[in-house]
């Protein structure tokens, strides 16, 4: 009986030690869990902070964005507030000397209505309507030349600016 009791002895002993062997197992995983939740804490913590730091960059880069774009927008109003002034003086200057062409043409017509001989002959001579064609032609290119160059000023001015 005494061996018997020897081998349960040595069995307990064994039992404890490998309970003992297995706690101590259980310590140091769990030990070594923490410190993984740790590290994992903290890493989640830095990697906020970075988000964090890189969304206030953003939002900064997206203020100072939207400031530039305002400034070139209220630049640009700017630009074409003037450009539309000196359109409007052009169109201005443009209606004048067109009142002024159109009150020489009354005129002119006045004069040809006045005179029916001279109309006669106008109206009888194909050549001399065409002639005249052609000078009204001239005087209307003239006119649109004059326009595309006031264009091409208002233009430069626009990009000068």
Excluded: C, P
């Excluded at 002993?13 to 706690?23: F, G």
């Excluded at 005179?115 to 290119?141: F, G, K, N, P, Q």
């Amino acid at each position: 009986m005494l061996a018997d009791s020897d081998a349960l002895i040595e069995a307990d002993t064994l039992l404890l030690m490998l309970v003992l062997a297995d706690w101590l197992a259980l310590i140091e995983a769990d030990t070594l869990l923490l410190k993984l939740v740790l590290a994992d804490w903290l890493a989640l913590i830095e990697a906020d902070t970075l988000l964090l730091k890189l969304v206030l960059a953003d939002w900064l880069a997206l203020i100072e964005a939207d400031t530039l774009l305002l400034m070139l927008v209220l630049a640009d109003s700017d630009a074409l507030i003037e450009a539309d002034t000196l359109l409007l003086k052009l169109v201005l200057a443009d209606t004048e000397a067109l009142i002024e062409a159109d009150t020489l043409l009354l005129k002119l017509t006045e004069v040809l209505v006045e005179t029916e001989v001279l109309l006669e002959l106008l109206l009888a001579d194909s050549d001399a309507l065409i002639e005249a064609d052609t000078l009204l032609l001239m005087l209307v290119l003239a006119d649109s030349d004059a326009l595309i160059e006031a264009d091409t000023l208002l233009l430069m001015l626009v990009l000068a600016d």
